[in-house]
């Protein structure tokens, strides 16, 4: 053994022992004071683990009774908020302040968005390119599909007319 397991279990030794010290310093070890003692800490213990618990419980329950299947939507603090991202490769020879703000206005312009929520364009360098992802919030998220079709066709034909061609990434048949 290489002491990697012997320090924690040393450490919580000499916390108890100094846990239990300090409660007999404090009162007096009778039967009464003790089985106090243990109700507060099984009170405390109990509270602390009540919400882990009913998750556990959830969880279990979820899986056997599978309440939701693929496709199903779910609501998490009544956010109706939806990131939505278009994807575009394209060849390392273009101008890339022009293909943001190209991308930008393609979202800004778009009849799904939400206009008050974030717009933004990120752009990753590729062995074969450049992969841009335009990423932005639908009015509603049922919108999702069109709202992706509509950044995605209106922002190739916005590149095209500014010339910037598309890269053919490996294992893709097109940059599109």
């Not at 590729?126 to 992969?131: N, T």
């Amino acid at each position: 053994m290489n002491g990697g397991y012997a320090r924690p279990a040393i450490r919580l030794l000499i916390i108890v022992a100094a846990i239990f010290l300090l409660i007999t310093h404090l009162m007096e070890p009778t039967l009464q004071n003790f089985i106090a003692l243990l109700s507060a800490v099984g009170l405390a213990l109990g509270f602390a683990l009540k919400d882990y618990v009913s998750s556990q419980i959830a969880g279990i329950v979820t899986l056997f009774e599978i309440p939701y299947r693929v496709g199903d939507w779910i609501s998490i603090d009544g956010s109706h908020k939806l990131l939505c991202v278009a994807d575009f490769y394209l060849h390392p020879r273009h101008d890339g302040e022009t293909v943001r703000d190209a991308l930008y206005d393609v979202a800004l312009t778009s009849a799904y968005l939400n206009l008050g929520t974030p717009i933004s364009v990120v752009a990753k360098g590729e062995p074969w390119g450049i992969h841009y992802r335009l990423k932005a919030y639908p009015i509603e998220p049922r919108d999702q599909f069109r709202f992706i079709i509509d950044l995605t066709l209106r922002g190739k034909a916005i590149l095209l007319v500014h010339g910037v061609e598309f890269a053919i990434s490996p294992g893709r048949n097109s940059g599109f």
